[in-house]
């Protein structure tokens, strides 16, 4: 069985804010597989879904961002899925501040960049070698007056606006067709597709 995991914080305040768009990634791929994120294990919500050919459990962690890691651990030992694994069976899907919303990027590996989350997960699996897609949360410096510091704590937990979520959703398309690819072509053939600008 394959693990998605989308990254972000628990609680209807922080449901549609930059950081959270991990959280709304899974839901949607669960949107499209017709299943619902509500069945509790290895400290997330989770749910069993058939997607891209595969047996899959996407995963909502509850322990807040910082702590990721530790679901993700739990999830992985009760998979099943060592290390030798890890690389083609776990897709983490997160937030990134340093690329543009509207834009995606697939790695296989890498550092943390700043990202809590990430910095737990690699932490608490001892290796940076996982598979993630990096969701585009930034904005031009600037740009409608909503400038974007170093860290951007304020803006990353701040809801979205409209015309944001009007980017972000057709965004969510893309990551869904993203880990379908990274499943059924590998990472390689689906970081040449998806790793572009808004729109390719």
């Known amino acids: 069985m394959k693990l998605i995991v989308g990254l ?3 609680g209807i305040e922080y449901q549609f804010t930059p950081h959270n768009a991990g959280f709304l990634a899974v839901d949607r791929i669960a949107e499209d597989c017709g299943v619902t994120i509500a069945n509790r294990r290895g400290r997330a919500l989770t749910a069993k879904a058939r997607f891209a050919g595969q ?12 702590l990721s890691g530790l679901s993700v651990a739990a999830l992985l030992r009760e998979l099943e899925i060592g290390p030798e694994r890890m690389a083609e069976d776990l897709v983490v899907l997160y937030d990134e501040l340093a690329i543009p919303l509207g834009s995606i990027r697939i790695r296989e590996r890498g550092s943390a960049g700043g990202h809590n ?3 737990s997960i690699s932490a608490v699996l001892g290796t940076e070698e996982w598979t993630r897609i990096r969701i585009g949360v930034g904005k031009p410096a600037l740009e409608s007056g909503r400038e974007v510091k170093a860290g951007g704590k304020d803006y990353l937990l701040s809801p979205f606006r409209k015309q ?4 972000l959703d057709e965004v969510l398309d893309r990551v869904t067709k993203a880990v379908e690819t990274i499943f059924t072509r590998g990472a390689g053939p689906a970081m040449s597709e998806f790793n572009g600008n ?3």
């Open 117 to 119: 989350g990430v910095k």
């Open 8 to 10: 972000g914080n628990p």
């Open 198 to 200: 808004a729109g390719m």
């Open 55 to 66: 047996e899959v459990l996407l995963a909502k962690p509850e322990t807040f961002m910082n």
């Open 164 to 167: 944001e979520l009007v980017v």
